[in-house]
DNA sequence: TTGAAAGCGGTACCAC
DNA sequence: GTGGTACCGCTTTCAA
């Protein structure tokens, strides 16, 4: 028997009622107090024939599809994947299904999902934002149009488009993860930012934290990656560690657990023991060092937050289209494991 | 301006013309010949009003939705994916959106997105496999309404279901890692295996290349993970290259990065060198130690022809649900790295 | 307590 | 060349 023939007609004939009384019936409408016998010959219909409910003409109908479209840039490091993972099962827990769109760093692409999501009338988009060549056109539409829509990740604050954002808050992460390594003594802190931060918020965070013992952010122990590859780290960590070792940072912050291998292994070369030597925090749980027998103290991006107030979030916006656009900030959490030094001081206890 | 208000009979009424005509018109329908003058007066009603069309009642009509259901068990490992990259950029490609589960091993939320995609009337579905109870009556059942459906990964053979499934050649590959270990002179060789593995693949394939030299599959040099993680196959490794030097194996298959990673670092803990005391192949390319000083040969599973293949056949069986279901086996690719001592070979020229 | 009927927004057959 | 109209399958109003 092939899926999809059985309508509630057939099964309001079976049953000897009129096709409203099995959608009134089966949908479960509040108010209707069909008789117990009624409900029943509609249910054992139902059950008989295999009815399987055709959401595609309810959503016509209700203007609801129980669809949401996620659009991801790429599915290239652990944090972008668990925030997905979580977002998933938070809108299955709420009903929806989730239509998922890679973009692949293409604006071009990251359109037609947006458009291919209006045709199929999505009740709403989670985008998670990409670096982009000022060409927001579609954004800016989708945004005229009041559709229900969160992003999610680092953005742009000067992209002016009024959106709500869930993200981890940066700058705190950045200043806990500093404050950390001077709580552990350190005063020369290096760092490794991707070039593309959304408005400084890493540079800020962590110059908070040094502010506070009246210190300033050395440019000179400053690097930028562009794509945060291993490649690309490892000879920016070598150069940060291969001066004169008074003129090296004794603590490094670093975006990502790629940045952090690179440190590590930079680390090692130059011999270099860890935490002894030299402090890591990575900023970002990619869970990279985890084979290594090094585990790197992070500040976690809480995904499990971000991806479960993005649900709540976009649910908002569902439910009352006109509701305010909000700015959700996550706080961060330490993570404290073996690269900062935290062990060795319980060991000196 | 609300997005999804405007209608074709929106559009018609600005033209001028029916709302037969618009469809006919933007439908791009053979047959029909409209005037020059009609088509651009339509097209630009459409443009103007930025008419954007509702595939959902499009859908309800030609009972097609241009979209397909993908259920993953999770997005624990590269492998997985990479494959669940490759499949939705083929189904974009061809005009496809595909809608996501995550099954997270559960059969049956398995089932519930089956029940939801089924509701959503998608064109077919993908499933990646998971570990199964013999709870299978949901697969049973779409089978039985020959839904056209594409199983991609291991199976086990014996589940009997008669779907279309695509995979990489595990026998075969397992064979190939063994005849290349055995060209570089090894004849003692130890395994690393998931305990469920599908009908004995793997093990077939091992033996089938050590049979070429008269060499059978010794016992005591496999061992078996449930959940190949790096915690779980450390152990294992380890216990294979304790005891004594010569009743120790001299090469190592393992499956998967994770274990992988457990051999080399057992390795380095046993104070081996690899390649040279000890050489190691993978079967399934993790890209778990690309931050590590070595880079594990592998025998790939191919992801981009599975998931490429798995696109094309659910695409034909789309087109017609009456046609046969197929068994595709994909060939594996030995992938030369520094884990198997084909470097110093070369050197040694 | 139940059902007739008018949509939801397209598609496609058929008549003009 | 063009348009009327009967669906697709379900929801919902309103009347019986």
């Known amino acids: 028997m092939k899926i999809g023939v059985v309508t509630q007609k057939d099964v309001a004939r079976k049953a000897g009622v009129s096709p409203a009384t099995v ?18 010959r509609v249910f054992d ?22 669809t949401i479209g996620l659009i991801l840039p790429a599915l290239d490091n652990a944090i972008v ?6 977002i998933e099962r938070e809108f299955r827990r709420a009903g929806y299904h989730v239509l998922m769109g890679l973009s692949r760093g293409e604006v071009a692409t990251e359109r037609t999902y947006l458009d291919g999501f209006y045709s199929r009338r999505v009740d709403g988009v989670v985008i998670f934002p990409m670096l982009r060549n000022g060409e927001i056109e579609h954004l800016r539409r989708l945004m005229e149009a009041q559709f229900p829509s969160v992003i999610v990740g680092e953005h742009e604050d000067s992209e002016g488009l009024d959106f709500s954002y869930v993200d981890v808050n940066r700058e705190q992460g950045h200043e806990m993860a500093v404050q950390h390594l001077i709580e552990h003594g350190h005063h020369r802190i290096g760092f490794i930012f991707p070039r593309f931060e959304g408005g400084g918020r890493r540079r800020r965070g962590a110059e908070r934290a040094l502010r506070t013992q009246g210190l300033p952010l050395e440019e000179r122990w400053i690097r930028h990656v562009e794509k945060g590859s291993f490649a690309e780290a490892l000879p920016l960590a070598r150069s940060l560690l291969g001066g004169a070792i008074e003129a090296s940072p004794t603590a490094i912050v670093c975006s990502g657990g790629s940045p952090a291998a690179a440190v590590l292994r930079a680390a090692q070369e130059t011999g270099l023991a860890i935490p002894k030597d030299l402090a890591l925090v990575s900023f970002g749980d990619d869970d990279l060092a985890v084979h290594g027998p090094t585990l790197v103290t992070t500040v976690s991006h809480c995904e499990e937050a971000v991806g479960t107030k993005a649900c709540e979030e976009l649910i908002r916006l569902i439910e009352q289209p006109d509701a305010e656009r909000r700015h959700i900030s996550v706080e961060p959490k330490l993570i404290l494991r073996n690269s900062c030094g935290c062990e060795e001081r319980q060991n000196e206890k």
């Open 81 to 86: 994947i668990r925030k997905f993972d979580i």
């Open 45 to 66: 219909a139902a059950r008989e024939l295999r009815y399987v409910p055709n959401l595609v003409s309810a959503s016509l109908r209700k203007q609801r599809t129980w």
């Open 23 to 40: 959608s009134h019936v089966l949908g479960n409408r509040p108010g209707f107090a069909y008789a117990r016998n009624t409900r029943f």
